[in-house]
């Protein structure tokens, strides 16, 4: 028995991408061995940090960089950074801003949820939020107007949670910013374009290190030399409480290597072939439409889009996907549009084989809704209640009681 079934967890099969809620990726081996390598051995983990700075240079483009918890973790050090500099004296400070320049310019549509608010990301610093635009676009006048003496940073997101269609491009934000002194933070954690940010001038830009990169949980942030090193000086204040170990500093290093040689035409084949299965079995099923769509950030990533029509289905998108979720293996698909009645399969964290569970799962599913006349009941404002009253109930149970 393996550690899995001693401590009876639901098997999953992940077809949603990589979520944080589930252990976000399929870690590599090159990362796990790095880990282990490390875990029983004493390291400077300045030293270590410094070296994690030039493999970090290397990928990124950027001066430096370090390793940190994750990327909350590296937007709240960057911002930290932004207001402090290099003044040990004013990170022990934080979060009183007295005396430092404390707001933070972010576009109003990228104040999204990563499955906590990034506008408390910033916040937790005790910096400001001042937020330009409107929920789908902000101009460039918009911006200039707000970027005024009391600005210490600006933050851009990228990001498939950002619905914000006619906005400032990175590039052009990055100058506005610029012009005026403000250094640009790009949290780009989902993304794959390592030097792009950095190319276009960011100052600091943070990556996810356990998301496409397929290392431990932990957070890649490059940039500046300076604005590096102000927020890595964060650790002796608020990135206390963020720290990430030896095993997630080199696990990440060895995971950034991985991906400067990993083979990623081969990758993208072996996905495609996956999307191409299901979507030949999957457009057979009743009231299900399907198609191959590309991931709308940026990334060199495709998705199948399965529309469900309720009336046809007999049964809602939302639950279909929470019925697949309550199955054994427990399927997890990507769930961001679900409200509109659609959803999407993400082939990139698939175990071999399991495009076939995912496809029998929903077919068998349809059916059985179709057959019973059991769907339809639920209405999306009443799952989203449900989710949310599970969460406030927590997963726990009293040990002591049994
Ligand atoms: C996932 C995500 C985050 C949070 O990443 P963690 O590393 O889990 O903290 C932040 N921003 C964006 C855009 C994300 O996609």
Known sequence: MDAFERQDLTPIVNASGTMTYLGA???LPEAIAAGAAILPRFVLIDELQARASTVIA????????FMTA???AGISLG?????TGCDLAKVEQLPDTTGLKREILIPRGHLISYGAPVDQAIRL?????????EPRSFTRAQMEAALAPGIAAALYVVSHHVNCPAQVPMAEFIEICHARGVPAIVDMASEQDLKGPIAAGADL??????KFLGGPTGAIVAGRRDLVSAAYLQNRGLGRGMKIGKEGILGAMAALDAWARRDHGGARNAEAARLRYWREHLALVPGLSVATVPDWTGNPVERLEIRVDE???????WELADRLAAGRPSIHVRDDRMVEGYFYLDPCNLHPGEEVIVAEAIAA???GAIARGDGRRISFADRQRAIIAAAEQGPFTDGTAT
């Open 79 to 83: 911002i930290a950074g932004a207001m």
């Open 125 to 133: 610093t005790g910096a400001r939020v001042v937020a330009v635009g």
């Open 205 to 210: 830009v943070i990556h996810s290190a356990h």
């Open 311 to 317: 009336a046809l289905a007999g049964i809602r998108a």
């Open 58 to 65: 290397r990928a990124t483009g950027s001066q430096a960089g």
């Open 70 to 72: 994750c990327t909350a």
């Open 25 to 27: 990726s399929i870690v």
């Open 365 to 367: 599913n349809v059916q």
